[in-house]
């Protein structure tokens, strides 16, 4: 199994060596084209930029969500095109906090490809670490073409999903436990800045992603993420998590951060409150969870 994070020192070491195959997801969800600009002035060589909006979601319906997921065939067939292929070692890196690096690699671990890291701390470790800078939009290396003959597994998700009916169902049954992973403010409905209702899933409890790094956006120590999971979720943790956000990318960053602390198999429900708050019929509820 590859290693959850990559640090930037060793990546700059090996980069070339090992021929990975580098992700830059930078992505502003204010400015939709400032993770592209940002990449064409600087990223690290080789690289090779996938869109947020247009190529990680699929259309939005009104009722799916702000980002649903793209079907799994086609996504896998995206990658393919990009130079996956079975035994590519892939990072992943975004600008610093790892908020959309961790969704990429829940989405390739999703299609059931396991050789992912996440760069920790980003494009700002890279530049810190002394690491090489390419501009421009660079074509695939011959060698990665050469990868891409291969196929991409689309088996079994290695990640489990839930839908919204399950979230739903689960109300009443009390079993596995919501985890939001949305700012404090936004989980108690006292500000929403982003989705039409205001609010949280009944029984869900909130663990902001932003807990999970530290000032330099590298990810806290195992152990210290490990102790602050269990401190919110205490013995509920045994009857299953299912991570959400707003619409499905910062819960992969829960999600990633649990994986880190040893803390496996818990699941992602994509939709997330931007899909929960679409039907009127769902229960919301405010003010701060009780443990």
């Avoid at 793209?70 to 908020?99: K, W």
């Avoid at 990640?159 to 596995?176: I, W």
């Avoid at 807990?211 to 590298?218: E, K, L, T, Y």
Wanted: with cysteine.
């Amino acid at each position: 199994m590859a290693e959850l994070l990559i640090q930037a020192q060793a990546l700059r070491r090996d980069l070339a060596q090992h021929n990975y195959l580098v992700f830059d997801v930078r992505h502003d969800l204010g400015d939709l084209q400032a993770g592209r600009r940002a990449y064409l002035v600087g990223h690290i060589p080789g690289a090779l930029y996938l869109d947020n909006e247009t190529q990680l979601s699929a259309a939005c319906t009104g009722r799916n969500g702000r980002h649903p997921l793209p079907d799994r065939n086609d996504f896998a067939a995206l990658m393919h095109a990009h130079g996956l292929a079975p035994g590519v070692q892939v990072v992943v890196y975004d600008a610093g906090d790892s908020m959309f690096a961790a969704h990429l690699w829940w989405m390739l671990r999703w299609i059931g490809h396991e050789q992912v890291s996440v760069l920790d701390g980003g494009w700002q470790a890279w530049l810190d670490a002394g690491g090489e800078s390419e501009s421009g939009q660079p074509e695939p290396a011959p060698s990665k073409r050469q990868r891409a003959q291969g196929t991409v597994p689309t088996g079994s998700p290695m990640m489990p999903v839930v839908d919204a009916q399950a979230v739903l169902d689960n109300l009443d049954q009390a079993g596995f436990t919501v985890l939001d992973a949305r700012a404090v403010q936004r989980y108690n409905g006292t500000v929403e800045p982003i989705d039409p209702v205001a609010g949280h899933i009944p029984g869900a409890l909130n663990r902001p992603f932003q807990c999970n790094v530290q000032a330099d956006g590298r990810f806290k120590p195992a152990q210290v993420l490990r102790e602050e999971f269990l401190a919110v979720l205490g013995s509920r943790i045994d009857a299953g998590v299912v991570h959400q956000c707003g619409s499905g990318i910062t819960a992969c960053h829960n999600l990633f951060a649990m994986e880190l602390a040893g803390l496996h198999g818990t699941a992602l429900y994509p939709g997330s409150w931007s899909e929960w708050c679409s039907d009127p019929s769902r229960p919301v509820a405010t003010g701060d969870a009780v443990h």
